[in-house]
């Protein structure tokens, strides 16, 4: 059982950047494709960014495409999300995911979930 700790959240001016990560608890992290959803306030909890077990593989929303790159340290059982060019439709709480077998682009497929993190954009 995967135990995923979020970090990295903030309030960021339109235009700045912030880089969360995601620890990632046991020695199994390599085997977990990962990844990041969020959740705007009245809105569903929506895919953002996933990268398979090597990092050799990415997807994206294409709402972040060419802004936000997800990476991964497996040596250090962590993910991350750069975000740039940030914009106030960015403002939702982030979680991290973790799912096996697949690379979940949507929330009925993430096995794990982060307990979130905020991330406020201001115009």
């Known amino acids: 059982q995967a135990q995923l700790v979020e970090s990295g959240g903030g309030l960021v001016q339109a235009g700045g950047s912030l880089r969360l990560s995601c620890a990632a608890s046991?020695?199994?992290?390599?085997?977990?494709?990962m990844g990041w959803f969020r959740q705007a306030p009245g809105k569903e909890r929506e895919f953002v960014a996933t990268?398979?077990?090597?990092?050799?593989?990415?997807n994206y929303a294409d709402s972040v495409k060419g802004r936000f790159t997800i990476s991964r340290d497996n040596a250090k059982n962590t993910v991350y999300l750069q975000m740039n060019s940030l914009k106030p439709e960015d403002t939702a709480v982030y979680y991290c995911?973790?799912?096996?077998?697949?690379?979940?682009?949507?929330?009925?497929?993430?096995?794990?979930w982060g307990q979130g993190t905020q991330v406020t954009v201001s115009s």
């Open positions: 046991g020695r199994t992290f390599s085997i977990y494709a």
């Open positions: 995911a973790a799912s096996i077998g697949v690379l979940a682009t949507s929330k009925g497929r993430v096995d794990y």
């Open positions: 990268i398979s077990p090597s990092g050799g593989r990415t």
